[in-house]
C-alpha cells in the first residue's frame, strides 16, 4: 500500500507477533497476580474433536465490577492431555502456576468437577503446595442429586423432573442460578437448608406416591452431600467452610451459633494467624453495631480497622462455588477451533485461546 507498507501475512504475523503478545499478555497477567488479594483456581476437561481439552482459569479475589456482581476471570492455559489421569492433571496446573508464578500462599481455593482424577490432583499434588486453599466441587452438580442418579436410563427420570417443577419450583429455580450465575460462598448454606426444606415440605403436599419418594431422595442427597467431613462419594469437601464463611456476613453471624474452633478449623488462612484471631474475635464484639447491604464493599470500608480479617473476609467471600466460568470458556474454545480453522498448530492453539478469551 502507498506511504504506509506491506501489510504482514497471516502465517507472518502467526509466526513473528503471536509469540511476542502472548509473552506480553503473560507478562501482564504476572503482574496482576502479585498485586491481588488472593487467587481460586478453576480447572475443568471436556473432549474436543481433537483430543481432551483442559482449561485453567485464574478467579481474583476481586470484583471486576464493584456495582455487580462480577468476578475477574482470567484463562490461565489451555491444555491438550495425552492421556486423562491425576498425574497428568497435576502436572499440568503445576505448570501453569509456575509459568504464571502463582504465589502458592494467595491460593484460596481449587475448583474443580467430582471427578475421582480431580480429587485425587488436589489431595496428592495441589493440597501439599496450597496449605492456605480448600476444595471445592462444582454445586452446580447437585442437579445430578435431584436428577436421580439411580433412574439415569429410565424413561421415569423425565416424570420425575416434571413432578419436580410442579412440586418444589424453589428447587429447580435455585439449580438453574447456581448453573448460570456467579454465587458468593457466605449463601451456599443457607441455599442447600433452604432446598432440603422446599423439598420436605413439597413431598408432604405431594399426592403422589413416587412424587413424595423423589422429593425425599433429593432431600437425603444434598443432605448427605453438604455434611461436613462426610465420606459420600459425591459430597462437598468446602461444606465446613462455607458454613464458616457466613460468619463474614454481619447481617447473619449476628444470629449463629458457629464455635470459633470451627471456624478457625474449617477456613486455613486462620491457621497460626493469631492476628487475625484477634481482630475476628473484635469484630464479633462490635459486629452487632454494624449494617450491611454490600457485603464486599462493607469489608471494604474495614480494612482500615481489621486489616487482616479484611483480607481473609474478602478472600472467602470471593470463592467461586461453580465451575461456570471454565464451562463458559469451552464454549470461546470452540469458536477458536472453528471447522475451518483445523490447521492451527497444536502449539499456537493455547496462545490464541488464552488471547480471545482474556479479551486481547
Known amino acids: 500500500m502507498k506511504n504506509v507498507g506491506i501489510i504482514p501475512s497471516s502465517s507472518h504475523l502467526r509466526q513473528f507477533y503471536l509469540s511476542r503478545v502472548f509473552e506480553n499478555h503473560v507478562t501482564e497477567i504476572k503482574e496482576k497476580l502479585k498485586t491481588c488479594n488472593g487467587i481460586s483456581i478453576v480447572t475443568d476437561k471436556t473432549t474436543d474433536a481433537e483430543d481432551r481439552v483442559l ?27 495425552e492421556t486423562v489421569n491425576f498425574k497428568a492433571v497435576s502436572q499440568a496446573i503445576r505448570e501453569t502456576l509456575d509459568k504464571f508464578e502463582v504465589p502458592f500462599d494467595r491460593i484460596t481455593a481449587v475448583v474443580t468437577d467430582n471427578a475421582t482424577y480431580m480429587k485425587k490432583a488436589w489431595e496428592q499434588s495441589t493440597k501439599p503446595l496450597s496449605l492456605n486453599a480448600v476444595h471445592v466441587t462444582c454445586v452446580a452438580h447437585l442437579l445430578n442429586l ?128 493469631s492476628v487475625a484471631q484477634r481482630e475476628y474475635r473484635a469484630y464479633l464484639e462490635t459486629v452487632y453495631e454494624m449494617q450491611c447491604e454490600n457485603v464486599y464493599q462493607f469489608w471494604r470500608t474495614l480494612e482500615t480497622r481489621f486489616p487482616t480479617l479484611a483480607v481473609i473476609a474478602i478472600r472467602c467471600l470471593m470463592v467461586p462455588v461453580n465451575s461456570v466460568d471454565a464451562e463458559r470458556s469451552f464454549s470461546a474454545y470452540k469458536n477458536v477451533l472453528r471447522d475451518d480453522r483445523r490447521t492451527i498448530k497444536a502449539s499456537n492453539l493455547s496462545m490464541y485461546n488464552v488471547l480471545c478469551q482474556n479479551k486481547l
Open 55 to 81: 482449561n485453567i482459569l485464574g478467579v481474583l479475589s476481586e470484583l471486576e465490577c464493584e456495582r455487580e456482581l462480577k468476578l475477574n476471570v482470567l484463562l490461565l492455559d489451555c491444555v491438550v492431555l
Open 146 to 273: 435431584v436428577d436421580a442418579i439411580e433412574l439415569r436410563q429410565s424413561p421415569e427420570v423425565l416424570e420425575e423432573l416434571n413432578i419436580l417443577q410442579k412440586y418444589a419450583p424453589a428447587i429447580m429455580d435455585t439449580l438453574t442460578k447456581y448453573k448460570e450465575s456467579v454465587i458468593c460462598s457466605h449463601v451456599v448454606s443457607n441455599d442447600m437448608r433452604d432446598l432440603i426444606m422446599w423439598a420436605k415440605s413439597s413431598a408432604d403436599e405431594c399426592e403422589h406416591a413416587m412424587g413424595r419418594e423423589v422429593l425425599l431422595n433429593s432431600a437425603e442427597k444434598i443432605e448427605t452431600y453438604m455434611r461436613c467431613n462426610s465420606n459420600a462419594r459425591f459430597c462437598q469437601p468446602a461444606a465446613a467452610f462455607f458454613n464458616a464463611c457466613r460468619v463474614f456476613d454481619p447481617n447473619q453471624v449476628k444470629y449463629l451459633i458457629i464455635p470459633e474452633k470451627e471456624v478457625f478449623e474449617a477456613i486455613p488462612l486462620f491457621e497460626d494467624n
